[in-house]
């Protein structure tokens, strides 16, 4: 089995910062793509930013120069690091990966459980 565990989130003042985490763990063999997705009650879902395995970097347009995406392979984790957040940064944020477990290779799409960041004076 694996699951995806993520940390980090909570309030902090307009201008401030955060950092989450998303650590996979369990039968992983290797892991393609980390992203981080975030959900206000009432909207869809919407992609904040991805990275490749090799490191490729995409972001929203809404918080490119204020985001940084991050991986460690050795460790299976993904980092956000949030800057300069605004109260529209408010959401549950969510991580997701695709990656293939150890033999049989199973490919498995996976979400985190989500985290909340709430950004207000």
């Known amino acids: 089995q694996v699951q995806l565990v993520e940390s980090g989130g909570g309030l902090v003042q307009p201008g401030g910062s955060l950092r989450l985490s998303c650590e996979a763990s369990?039968?992983?063999?290797?892991?393609?793509?980390m992203g981080w997705y975030r959900q206000v009650p009432g909207k869809e879902r919407e992609l904040v930013a991805v990275i490749t395995h090799g490191g490729t970097t995409n972001y929203a347009e809404s918080v490119k120069d204020r985001f940084t995406i991050s991986r460690d392979n050795t460790i299976y984790t993904a980092y956000l690091q949030m800057d300069s957040l605004k109260p529209e940064d408010t959401a549950t944020y969510y991580c997701n990966t695709d990656l293939y477990s150890t033999p049989p290779y199973k490919y498995l799409e996976l979400w985190g459980q989500g985290t909340l960041v709430a950004v207000s004076s």
């Open positions: 369990g039968s992983i063999f290797s892991i393609n793509k």
